[in-house]
């Protein structure tokens, strides 16, 4: 029987969200024939065991350490049976159904690669999931970047975020962020898998990147919503993971853009300062906390 949809799970030591998750994706999606791919990370939370004992008609992939998270869905994509795929973060829950309405309309629109849902933080508010592609400033305007924190309405972040365009109506962006991202497969046969290069971040921007260069479109869809537990399935924060974030976007430049050799240092400067900020920002929540603590222990 053809398969309409292949997800793909990517997990590393997130077992409770995982359940979750999985247990969404069985009452959400309906009226389509799908199968399901969990590839672990290596995880030691028992996260394996559980897949097996809850959900036996999950095929699961079990990696012997982290191989990253491109290299990670790579090896399910390699198995994906289905027409259309979707990359799924064990952190985004779907909100409303997923079936036939969604691959009918990927199939009326042919000239659509890659699909991005709304997303929608935990408290409901919404997400900017949909973008431009980056310029070699956006590293400091970004989701959380220095300048973008300081003054948030600034000009630079609103045509990097899109967050000055309005998140109700569906439209073309240049990519969409990995958490929930609806490829067809036609589309991943002609512009090839994840770049495995990015072991972390950006390889949602890559593709992207690369579809568009083959003629595909990327569209925000905000029929379809999710929730985003933004960073809960990293399994890294503060400063480990602005570090993984910026050596990506660097190697995207690298790639894409064709850096000229002057600009680089002035790059790598500005992703150094943005860095520096993370480590000012995570110490003193550090010492906030602790300070904190020793108040209420007295």
């Given at each position: 029987m053809p398969i309409d949809l292949s997800v793909v799970i990517v997990n590393l030591n997130t077992k409770d969200l995982l359940q979750l998750c999985l247990e969404n994706?069985?009452?959400?999606?309906?009226?389509?024939?799908?199968?399901?791919?969990?590839?672990?990370?290596?995880?030691?939370?028992?996260?394996?065991?559980?897949?097996?004992?809850?959900?036996?008609?999950?095929?699961?992939?079990?990696?012997?350490?982290?191989?990253?998270?491109?290299?990670?869905?790579?090896?399910?994509?390699?198995?994906?049976?289905?027409?259309?795929?979707?990359?799924?973060?064990?952190?985004?829950?779907?909100?409303?159904s997923l079936g036939e309405k969604e691959i009918e309309f990927m199939r009326q629109n042919s000239g659509i690669g890659i699909l991005g849902a709304k997303l929608l933080n935990g408290d409901g508010s919404l997400q900017y999931s949909c973008r431009s592609f980056p310029s070699y400033f956006s590293p400091l305007f970004g989701r959380t970047g220095f300048f973008t924190r300081l003054f948030p309405r600034n000009s630079l972040t609103q045509r990097y975020l899109l967050s000055n365009q309005s998140h109700e109506?569906?439209?073309?962006?240049?990519?969409?962020?990995?958490?929930?991202?609806?490829?067809?497969?036609?589309?991943?046969?002609?512009?090839?898998?994840?770049?495995?290069?990015?072991?972390?971040?950006?390889?949602?921007?890559?593709?992207?990147?690369?579809?568009?260069?083959?003629?595909?479109?990327?569209?925000?869809?905000?029929?379809?919503?999710?929730?985003h537990l933004i960073g809960v399935s990293i399994g890294t924060i503060g400063i480990k993971a602005a570090l993984q974030h910026h050596k990506s976007m660097y190697y995207f430049f690298k790639k894409h853009y064709r850096m000229p050799a002057l600009l680089r240092p002035f790059v790598m400067l500005g992703s150094a300062f943005n860095i520096a900020y993370y480590a000012l920002d995570s110490f003193a929540a550090g010492a906030k906390r602790f300070f904190l603590q020793s108040h209420v222990e007295t």
């Amino acid at each position: 029987m053809p398969i309409d949809l292949s997800v793909v799970i990517v997990n590393l030591n997130t077992k409770d969200l995982l359940q979750l998750c999985l247990e969404n994706v069985y009452s959400k999606i309906s009226g389509i024939n799908f199968e399901v791919f969990v590839v672990d990370n290596g995880s030691k939370d028992g996260s394996q065991q559980m897949v097996k004992q809850r959900f036996p008609e999950v095929k699961l992939i079990q990696n012997r350490e982290n191989v990253g998270f491109a290299a990670a869905n790579n090896v399910a994509l390699k198995k994906c049976r289905g027409e259309f795929i979707l990359l799924l973060n064990p952190d985004c829950f779907l909100l409303d159904s997923l079936g036939e309405k969604e691959i009918e309309f990927m199939r009326q629109n042919s000239g659509i690669g890659i699909l991005g849902a709304k997303l929608l933080n935990g408290d409901g508010s919404l997400q900017y999931s949909c973008r431009s592609f980056p310029s070699y400033f956006s590293p400091l305007f970004g989701r959380t970047g220095f300048f973008t924190r300081l003054f948030p309405r600034n000009s630079l972040t609103q045509r990097y975020l899109l967050s000055n365009q309005s998140h109700e109506r569906a439209m073309d962006v240049d990519w969409v962020i990995g958490a929930f991202m609806l490829i067809r497969r036609s589309c991943l046969d002609s512009i090839g898998l994840l770049d495995e290069q990015f072991f972390l971040f950006c390889d949602d921007l890559d593709i992207c990147y690369r579809a568009k260069s083959h003629g595909y479109r990327t569209v925000y869809y905000p029929r379809i919503r999710a929730m985003h537990l933004i960073g809960v399935s990293i399994g890294t924060i503060g400063i480990k993971a602005a570090l993984q974030h910026h050596k990506s976007m660097y190697y995207f430049f690298k790639k894409h853009y064709r850096m000229p050799a002057l600009l680089r240092p002035f790059v790598m400067l500005g992703s150094a300062f943005n860095i520096a900020y993370y480590a000012l920002d995570s110490f003193a929540a550090g010492a906030k906390r602790f300070f904190l603590q020793s108040h209420v222990e007295t």
